[in-house]
């Protein structure tokens, strides 16, 4: 009967710990903004970043605490890093709620550099028509704008927007708002180059700014699928972090046996 029940149990966990082990894989930037308070912020992925926090708030997030931003000014800034240069598959997601609607282009996170009239980079955010906009790297120069107008987010509520962009020469983009896809659309471009970026910038990039709160800061170099979207968005620090790669399931099962 015990053995029984330890088997069940398996069965019940065996799903989590595999979809926990993997969320991981590739995580490249993941900044809970858990803090609550001072000038930093600590990168929880295997990159060990870490950000500055200029001028933005410390408040309740969708899961712990988050930064609120006004202005351009406030802002996060994570210096530059190789594990930024992504040239392959790209996800980006984040928890992200609206004081206001913004009146021009607003970031919630991405990285940039000018330079010989390219801008290399990626980013998202909103448009100033209000819709959802991802920019990457376009072929000759510039960037190339993905943009989702038949999606409207309401101000004064929570989403968790992500983004996924593949490594061909279509590159193509969807875009994801609570778990579910809302637009596609081939960039007609890799996401190289990209060797030439600047820092990560959080609730700003290139003084457009973000009229609200930033929650959950994730980056992976590979694209996830759409049950490892909805996964992440319902997982805060603690759980999306529980289930190390390595070991833990030998460490689970011998837990259970002794029980």
Same mark, same amino acid.
């Given at each position: 009967?015990?053995? /029984? ?57 969708? &899961? ?17 890093? %190789?594990? &930024? ?23 919630? &996170?991405? +990285? ?26 376009? %072929? ?15 101000? %004064?509520?929570? *989403? *968790?927007?992500?983004?996924?962009? +593949? ?14 896809? +809302? ?35 994730? /980056? ?12 992440? /968005? ?22 259970? %046996?002794?029980?």
């Amino acid at each position: 009967m015990k053995h /029984m029940a330890i088997i069940l149990t398996l069965i019940l966990i065996l799903p989590f710990l595999t979809q926990a082990a993997e969320i991981t894989d590739g995580l490249v930037l993941y900044m809970p903004l858990d803090e609550g308070s001072g000038n930093t912020t600590e990168d929880k992925s295997k990159t060990n970043a870490e950000g500055e926090v200029k001028g933005a708030k410390w408040v309740d997030g969708k &899961f712990g605490k988050a930064l609120q931003f006004k202005s351009s000014a406030e802002h996060v800034l994570v210096p530059d890093n %190789k594990a &930024f240069h992504l040239e392959g598959e790209i996800t980006q997601a984040a928890w992200v709620w609206l004081e206001r609607l913004p009146s021009a282009h607003a970031i919630v &996170f991405g +990285t940039r550099e000018g330079g010989g009239g390219r801008n290399i980079g990626f980013g998202y955010g909103m448009n100033p028509g209000n819709g959802i906009k991802v920019w990457t790297n376009g %072929k000759g120069g510039g960037f190339k704008d993905i943009n989702d107008n038949k999606t409207r987010l309401k101000t %004064k509520q929570w *989403y *968790y927007l992500a983004y996924t962009h +593949t490594d061909d020469d279509n590159g193509m983009v969807k875009i994801y708002v609570d778990g579910q896809v +809302t637009h596609e659309q081939e960039s007609n471009n890799p996401v190289l180059p990209a060797g030439a970026t600047g820092a990560v910038q959080i609730g700003t990039w290139g003084g457009e700014a973000w009229p609200g709160i930033v929650d959950e800061v994730r /980056m992976w170099d590979r694209i996830l699928s759409a049950d490892e979207i909805e996964f992440s /968005m319902e997982t805060g620090e603690k759980q999306f972090l529980a289930v190390q790669p390595a070991g833990k399931l030998a460490t689970t099962w011998s837990q259970l %046996k002794t029980q």
